[in-house]
C-alpha cells in the first residue's frame, strides 16, 4: 500500500509515515477514483461513435462508476453528449 501511494502521489517513506493512518487509508482508496476519472478524460471521442449502443452504454457505465460511485446515475448516453462529458468544446 505505502509503496502506491508513494508513486502515486510522488510523496517519500518519510512524508507517508506522518500522516495519520486514517487519512493515509483515505488518500489510498482515493487512488482507484482518481485514476478512473482519468480515464475517462483519456478516452477517445473519436473511437467512441463507432461503438456499438450496448458497448459504448456498458463502457460509459462502468468507468463512471469507478470515477464517481456515489453519484451514479444509470442512462443512455449520446456520442455528442459524451464528448461534452470528456470536455470537448463543440
Do not use: C
Amino acid at each position: 500500500m505505502r509503496s502506491k501511494v508513494a508513486r502515486f502521489y510522488s510523496w517519500s517513506y518519510f512524508e507517508i509515515e506522518n500522516i495519520p493512518y486514517v487519512e493515509f487509508l483515505t488518500f489510498y482508496k482515493a487512488i482507484d477514483n482518481i485514476e478512473a476519472q482519468e480515464m475517462l478524460m483519456n478516452m477517445q471521442i473519436s473511437d467512441y461513435p463507432q461503438m456499438n449502443t450496448n458497448g459504448r452504454n456498458k463502457l460509459h457505465r462502468k468507468i463512471s462508476n469507478m470515477a464517481r460511485p456515489d453519484d451514479f446515475e444509470e442512462r443512455t448516453v449520446s456520442s455528442f453528449e459524451m464528448a461534452k462529458i470528456l470536455g470537448a468544446n463543440l
